[in-house]
Structure formats: structure tokens, C-alpha cells
């Protein structure tokens, strides 16, 4: 709610920072835990709203987590040790808590109801309920069973072999899940590798996964031990500084403690193909997952074209690179990236929308847009951010590139998986 004032910045973006822990693995942190036996705690924790919409949801099914500040306990109770939940559960924004979690509820022996805000209420769940109901378990929902409001009955599952019609590492975890209660081994097929952290954390939990090729199998009824985990800092939080750092030419900008899973650094590779000056270092693991530093400094860029593999690889930074691709000698096409339509809201919509009233050369097309760029300065005034994080944030760096200030209504989205976004963005942009 309420408008927030984003005075126009015109300089560079210079500092270091360590941006908050990682959403994906904040979610399968806590999932993962909660069915595991004994007691797990998770360090630099996202506190942002959908990690801790997963938090309430486990505690109505029974499971005690303690929370101080990003330091999260978990008490699991093993595979089946959820609570029927007395109350339906609020899911409010966050996809990947409901697909997930879909994937747990399908094989705990009880009914469940879901449901979440405007936003998820419209965004499809067929994508996962489809494979679960191969595996046994029962769905109903509004429109066929396609959206939340839903109901879940879960029961004895069968293994499947599914192949991902759509590259999302969601419905690749939620039959993941959902296979640790069956009595086989599951295989998911997935055409493009997409983020793998399900199965990297399944590994530090003690479960046995394999992968071979694009096909990953899970034996069923393997019993998740506790552990001790640590987070490392969101690469798509940090993809917008170091976008902002790659557009200004006097910008020397250093993000520590950075998650470098390979699965998730395509803002990186592409950057440097638009040409920028970018280098990252690996500095330990953390369990199965690479952490290190990104150095950006400013320059200048060219437009390149976005698509196939790419996609599943900067699937959330797309708002942030359609505002840089904009200031980038030539024109970029980014395509096969249709699913955008069907995130917090449409985000190939939102983006064209605001950038061209930016006053961007920018198209949309059915699966992607294109953008003929130039260095030059963007319009301030009124935007929206259509209660998406991402957009919200996309609007507040492109202030870098106004005249004038810009409006952004309804910014307290940007909570969602950045709660410090506005303490960074003055500490990095100071004019
Ligand atoms: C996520 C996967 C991606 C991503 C989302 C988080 C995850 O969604 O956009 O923000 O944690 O698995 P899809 O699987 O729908 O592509």
C-alpha cells in the first residue's frame, strides 16, 4: 500500500554488500527440516514475507520453529509426523511454498485445505497437481482444480517417471517430494537443467538422489536426518546492484557471501556477453552450494538475444535485465520465456508496460519481448509495481536513469524477498 518517492540517483553505485539469504533455499530449508528427524537450524534465513508465510504454514501443521531474527530452528518430526491443520492455510504470495508444499501433502495420509492471495489465487497449479494425481493423491479446486482455493487429500503415492513440460525447478522439486513416500524411485526428466537445490540440500540431509544426464531419480522412504545449514545470499537480489553497477561507468561494486550455484548464475554470464565488466570468485561451499564474491564494475553494454537454456537461468532477473537491455547499444531479444506470464503477475506485460512508458523501444511478444537500446535517459513520474517484487525493484533502480523522481506505488512488495532493498539502494546510490 501507499506510494513511495524514489529520488532520481545519478551516480555510480559503489560499496560492498552481502544481500539477504537465498528465497528458493530459505523455502527448502524449512521443508526439508520439518520432515526430517530431530532438530535442524538454518543460518542467514530469508525473513522476507513468502519464506516466513512457509514458517506459519509448517507451525499449523504442528511443527515448532523458533526464530531470532535469521537464525531458524526447526523441530522436525520425520516423514510423517505433519498435523492435520484445524484451520485452511494461508499461502498468501509465495508459488513456491503451495508447489512444494503440494508435493509433501500428497504423500502425508491427511486432508489439507490451501489458499493464498489475489496473485496466487490466479497463478496455475495443474502443473504440479497433474503429476501428484499420477503419483495417488487428490486435488480439488477452483476452476477444475487448476487454482487455489484447493483441497489436498494425501495418500500411499507410486513412484512415476515424469518428463517436466515446462522447464521449472517447482514442479521438478514437488514430485521430488512428493517421491520420498513412495515405495520406488521416482525419476523426473527435466529437457533443461533448472535450479537444483532440491537436490543439493536433499544431500545434506542425508538422501540418497543420483542424477544421470537430465534424469534424476530418488529412491522412496529414505528418512531425512537433521542438520545444520547456512544460506548464502540471493543472486537474484543481488542481480539488481549489479545491474544498477554495470550501468554507470564510474560504479565498483562488490556483492560477499553470494550464492554461485551454476544453475542460478546465468545474470552473470549474460552480462558479460552484453559486455560487461564482471568477475566472480568462489570462496567455500556450503554443503553442496558454492558461495563466493561478484565484482562489477560499470561500462558499456550491446544487446544480445536471451533464449533456450538461458532462460531457466535468469528466469527472476528478466524485469532486471529488460531495464538494462534498454540502455545497451542495439536491440535484445529475449524468448522462450512464456512462463513469465504466470509469476506473481504477468511479468512480460508489467515489464513492457512500465519500461515503455519509460520511454523504452520495447515490444512484447508471446514468449519473451525485444528492446532496441541506447544509452539515454528514462521518463520519472507515476509507476506501479503491480504488487511484484521484482517489478517494484526493476522501477526503483531505474531511477539511476531519470530526470526526474519516480513514484512507485505500492512498494512494500518488494518485502517479499529483499526486506533491506531500500537500505542497500541508499547505502550503494549515495547522489
Ligand atoms: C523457484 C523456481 C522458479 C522461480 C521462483 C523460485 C524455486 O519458478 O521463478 O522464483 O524456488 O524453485 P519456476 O519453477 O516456476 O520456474
Given at each position: 500500500m501507499g506510494t513511495m518517492t524514489i529520488s532520481k540517483r545519478t551516480k555510480a553505485v559503489t560499496g560492498t554488500i552481502a544481500v539477504p539469504g537465498d528465497k528458493s533455499m530459505s523455502h527448502r530449508a524449512i521443508m526439508l527440516a520439518a520432515i526430517s528427524n530431530g532438530k535442524s537450524t538454518i543460518d542467514n534465513f530469508l525473513t522476507g514475507e513468502d519464506c516466513l508465510t512457509t514458517i506459519v504454514a509448517f507451525e499449523a501443521m504442528g511443527i515448532k520453529i523458533e526464530r531470532n531474527e535469521s537464525k531458524v530452528t526447526v523441530h522436525g518430526k520425520g516423514l510423517y509426523g505433519l498435523d492435520e491443520s484445524m484451520q485452511p492455510i494461508n499461502l498468501g504470495n509465495s508459488g513456491t511454498t503451495t508447489r512444494l508444499l503440494l508435493g509433501i501433502l500428497a504423500g502425508t495420509p491427511h486432508h489439507y485445505c490451501l489458499y493464498g492471495d489475489e496473485s496466487l489465487s490466479v497463478r496455475p497449479m495443474d502443473r504440479v497437481t497433474i503429476p501428484l494425481t499420477k503419483m495417488g493423491a487428490a486435488f480439488d479446486g477452483n476452476q477444475h482444480g487448476r487454482l487455489l482455493p484447493m483441497s489436498v487429500r494425501g495418500d500411499n503415492l507410486q513412484p512415476i517417471e515424469y518428463t517436466l513440460p515446462i522447464n521449472s525447478a517447482q514442479i521438478k522439486s514437488s514430485i521430488l517430494l512428493a517421491g520420498l513416500f513412495t515405495k520406488g524411485i521416482t525419476k523426473v526428466i527435466e529437457p533443461v537443467p533448472t535450479r537444483d537445490h532440491t537436490e543439493r540440500m536433499f544431500t545434506a540431509f542425508g538422501v540418497d538422489i543420483s542424477r544421470q544426464g537430465n534424469t534424476i531419480s530418488l529412491k522412496g522412504q529414505q528418512q531425512l536426518t537433521a542438520t545444520n545449514l547456512e544460506v548464502p545470499?540471493?543472486?537474484?537480489?543481488?542481480?539488481?546492484?549489479?545491474?544498477?553497477?554495470?550501468?554507470?561507468?564510474?560504479?565498483?561494486?562488490?556483492?560477499?557471501?553470494?550464492?554461485?550455484?551454476?544453475?542460478?548464475?546465468?545474470?552473470?554470464?549474460?552480462?558479460?556477453?552484453?559486455?560487461?565488466?564482471?568477475?566472480?570468485?568462489?570462496?567455500?561451499?556450503?554443503?553442496?552450494?558454492?558461495?563466493?564474491?561478484?565484482?562489477?564494475?560499470?561500462?558499456?553494454?550491446?544487446?544480445?538475444?536471451?533464449?533456450?537454456?538461458?532462460?531457466?537461468?535468469?528466469?527472476?532477473?528478466?524485469?532486471?535485465?529488460?531495464?538494462?537491455?534498454?540502455?545497451?547499444?542495439?536491440?535484445?531479444?529475449?524468448?522462450?520465456?512464456?512462463?513469465?506470464?504466470?509469476?506473481?503477475?504477468?511479468?512480460?506485460?508489467?515489464?513492457?508496460?512500465?519500461?515503455?512508458?519509460?520511454?523504452?523501444?520495447?515490444?512484447?511478444?508471446?514468449?519473451?519481448?525485444?528492446?532496441?537500446?541506447?544509452?539515454?535517459?528514462?521518463?520519472?513520474?507515476?509507476?506501479?509495481?503491480?504488487?511484484?517484487?521484482?517489478?517494484?525493484?526493476?522501477?526503483?533502480?531505474?531511477?539511476?536513469?531519470?530526470?526526474?523522481?519516480?513514484?512507485?506505488?505500492?512498494?512494500?512488495?518488494?518485502?517479499?524477498?529483499?526486506?533491506?532493498?531500500?537500505?542497500?539502494?541508499?547505502?550503494?546510490?549515495?547522489?
Open positions: 545470499g540471493d543472486i537474484s537480489s543481488a542481480a539488481f546492484f549489479i545491474c544498477a553497477a554495470a550501468l554507470k561507468s564510474e560504479s565498483d561494486l562488490i556483492i560477499k557471501d553470494v550464492g554461485l550455484n551454476p544453475t542460478r548464475t546465468g545474470i552473470i554470464d549474460v552480462l558479460q556477453r552484453m559486455g560487461a565488466n564482471i568477475q566472480t570468485s568462489i570462496t567455500r561451499y556450503i554443503g553442496d552450494e558454492p558461495i563466493g564474491e561478484v565484482f562489477v564494475k560499470g561500462g558499456q553494454l550491446t544487446g544480445i538475444t536471451i533464449s533456450g537454456n538461458d532462460i531457466p537461468r535468469v528466469i527472476d532477473e528478466i524485469p532486471i535485465i529488460a531495464l538494462i537491455a534498454s540502455q545497451a547499444n542495439g536491440k535484445t531479444v529475449i524468448k522462450h520465456a512464456e512462463d513469465l506470464r504466470y509469476k506473481e503477475t504477468d511479468r512480460i506485460q508489467a515489464v513492457v508496460d512500465t519500461l515503455r512508458n519509460m520511454g523504452v523501444d520495447i515490444k512484447g511478444t508471446e514468449d519473451g519481448m525485444v528492446i532496441n537500446g541506447k544509452p539515454s535517459k528514462l521518463k520519472g513520474g507515476e509507476y506501479h509495481s503491480y504488487k511484484d517484487h521484482r517489478i517494484g525493484m526493476m522501477i526503483a533502480i531505474a531511477s539511476l536513469l531519470t530526470n526526474e523522481d519516480i513514484n512507485l506505488h505500492e512498494p512494500d512488495c518488494i518485502s517479499i524477498s529483499y526486506p533491506s532493498f531500500f537500505n542497500h539502494f541508499d547505502q550503494l546510490l549515495e547522489d
